[in-house]
């Protein structure tokens, strides 16, 4: 009895630090910015989560803004980008850190990729960096062979019977191609598309389309149960149709938690101490409710 109660107990503390692995499948998003554009304005950023911001500096490859804030309390600098692409940079990694890239198997290909191994969501066995799966892409668009033979020997370098990687334009390769993406820290997947990227000296311009976190996603359907007013609004907001006190959760735009708590029928919740912009309300439920905070 005594060793049941052990095990009991070793995994009731072993769960406890197994981390929630999520997938997002909500709405898309479209993220851009333009040439010349300045990276560090929050505008031009896509801040996924709490640990990766999306950027790109003016002729280099997308990077984590927030990895360098973090780690060096400063942004990085170009030959620094360009060194962490290219395996001569300190801890190098082959690109965008904390996030690592696969193909999909409806990823857009312009030519038969059959053999290769796609990378499924949930799954991080076919992940890789930025540079291997441009290196990747080259070959399976542009070379004829047996692709179940690629090998993924570093962060930095392929093994292929036919290869000849020789730094492709990125634009050429990317583009079109829908991809899983998988945030390490935060351990979430979701897909992105490239819609555009601009080479050569005119900027770093580039745009995608990506899955969002479920949670944010509005349920087309919530006017026919619930309301919320005043909306917009500058101090409070109240929810009326609820039969019952339920749990709420306010997030901002990108997804990420700012409040919650409980609300009945037509109570106030104050919104007043929320920096203008738009919000999204969720119930116990499920239903969201979008609302703008002036």
Not at 56 to 72: E, G, L, P, T, V
Request: aromatic share 14%.
């Amino acid at each position: 009895m005594k060793k049941l109660y052990f095990l009991i107990i070793f995994f009731s503390i072993s769960s406890l630090s197994i981390k929630a692995q999520t997938i997002w499948s909500g709405a898309d998003i479209e993220f851009s910015k333009e040439n010349d554009a300045d990276w560090t304005l929050e505008e031009n950023q896509d801040r996924l989560t709490d640990n990766v911001w999306i950027t790109r500096q003016d002729r280099r490859q997308i990077y984590n803004y927030k990895w360098w804030q973090d780690n060096f309390n400063r942004d990085a600098e170009g030959d620094e980008l360009r060194g962490e692409f290219w395996s001569d940079g300190d801890n190098a990694t082959g690109g965008t850190k904390g996030v690592r890239w696969a193909l999909l198997d409806d990823t857009g290909a312009t030519s038969d990729w059959s053999g290769y191994n796609y990378g499924v969501l949930g799954d991080s066995t076919y992940y890789y960096s930025f540079n291997n799966i441009i290196q990747i892409i080259e070959i399976l668009e542009d070379e004829i062979g047996d692709f179940s033979t690629i090998e993924v020997i570093d962060d930095f370098n392929i093994g292929f019977d036919l290869s000849t990687y020789a730094s492709p334009d990125i634009g050429d390769y990317i583009v079109g191609k829908k991809f899983g993406v998988w945030l390490q820290e935060d351990d979430v997947y979701l897909t992105m598309t490239f819609n555009s990227w601009q080479a050569g000296a005119l900027g770093g311009g580039f745009s995608y389309t990506r899955s969002s976190d479920q949670t944010s996603s509005v349920n087309d359907n919530q006017a026919n149960s619930f309301k919320l007013s005043p909306n917009p609004s500058a101090e409070f907001i109240q929810i009326s149709g609820i039969e019952r006190e339920m749990t709420y959760v306010i997030y901002d735009i990108l997804g990420k938690e700012i409040e919650n708590g409980l609300v009945m029928n037509d109570q106030k919740i104050n919104v007043g101490n929320l920096s203008n912009g738009m919000y999204l309300l969720r119930l116990e439920q499920g239903n969201t409710i979008k609302f703008q905070k002036i």
